[in-house]
């Protein structure tokens, strides 16, 4: 008889520990879920395009000169030009690719999207001079406009506008580390894992 009561003893006890066990599994399995779903929703949110804008100007003179006669006669054209340009610095964190492991609580981004730099100009004429022989042309306007963008990239380099928008960038990935440090999840990006702002300006190059 007490071999029989031990023996029930020992079932409902062994079903009661699978039981407790199974519902462990599934609450661990559930908060995995609900980890995993919180920062997909983050990197989602930060998914957006970031726009920094910057205005540059500058004034220039143009001349060309068509020779004749073994350059004894010159037919010469010139102009004073005026450019006032807005510029923008974007980051399309929507092409943002990234790797979600659960098992060992590791979210890697795989790629950032490179910086895009949109100059717009308006170039404006003034003391406009020129000759029946040598007049202005489209090769003039595309040889100008050529110029004016490669000095602005220039001015650009030199200036702040990138290096804001870098760190635009990086604020908005900060908010991805944030989250992975409070649940206890790493941030990996190029082979390291990173931990603090300055990791993710290290390794992203203007």
Known sequence: MLKKI??????????????????FKNRDGTTQEYNTNLIQQQ????????????????????KDQDKYLMDMLSFEK????VINAD????????????DIDEKSKTITILSIPKEEIKISPDIQFYNVEQSKLNPFTGDDYNKINKK??????VKIGKSTLKSNAKNRLVSELAKILILTNTMGWKLQYENQVITTE???NQKIKL
Request: net charge positive; glycine share 4%.
């Open 198 to 200: 300055t990791d993710f």
């Open 43 to 62: 990197i989602v949110n930060v998914g957006k395009l970031i726009v920094t804008e910057g205005h540059f100007s500058q004034i220039m003179t143009y």
């Open 148 to 153: 004016v963008k490669a000095d602005l990239a």
């Open 6 to 23: 031990l023996i029930v003893i020992g079932i409902v006890a062994a079903v009661f520990l699978l039981f407790r066990f199974c519902e």
């Open 78 to 81: 010139k102009a004073l030009i």
């Open 87 to 98: 510029v923008t610095v974007a980051y399309d964190l929507r092409q943002m690719k990234y």
